[in-house]
């Protein structure tokens, strides 16, 4: 059974970085499309980055040109770099996989328990 773990959440002041990390388990990692997810307090979850099977990526307009989604296959683990953090990015980050490309949509089929990351002004 496919398993996945995330890791690196934390607090910091806006401006600053921080690096999540997710382990997968149980499962073929390389052919899994995988992306990331937030939820903030009373809000929908939200896409964050997503990876293709081709190595392509995609990201939501909010994190554009200040978050990095890569993958490492030898690992199974899949990261999240966040530079230039705000306040907005407040949010519980999920790690999410299925055999189908979901792109942005939280329609993944395994779920991580999640990170919360803390971003204050």
């Known amino acids: 059974q496919a398993q996945l773990a995330e890791s690196g959440g934390g607090s910091v002041q806006a401006g600053g970085s921080l690096r999540l990390s997710c382990t997968a388990s149980g499962y073929t990692y390389s052919s899994y499309y995988m992306g990331w997810i937030r939820q903030a307090p009373g809000k929908e979850r939200q896409g964050v980055a997503s990876?293709?099977?081709?190595?392509?990526?995609s990201y939501a307009d909010s994190v554009k040109g200040r978050f990095t989604i890569s993958k490492d296959n030898a690992k199974n683990n899949l990261y999240l770099q966040m530079n230039s953090l705000k306040p907005e990015d407040t949010a519980m980050y999920y790690c999410a996989s299925d055999r189908v490309y979901w792109w942005l949509l939280p329609k993944y089929k395994c779920w991580g328990q999640g990170t919360q990351v803390t971003v204050s002004s």
């Open positions: 990876t293709d099977s081709d190595g392509s990526t």
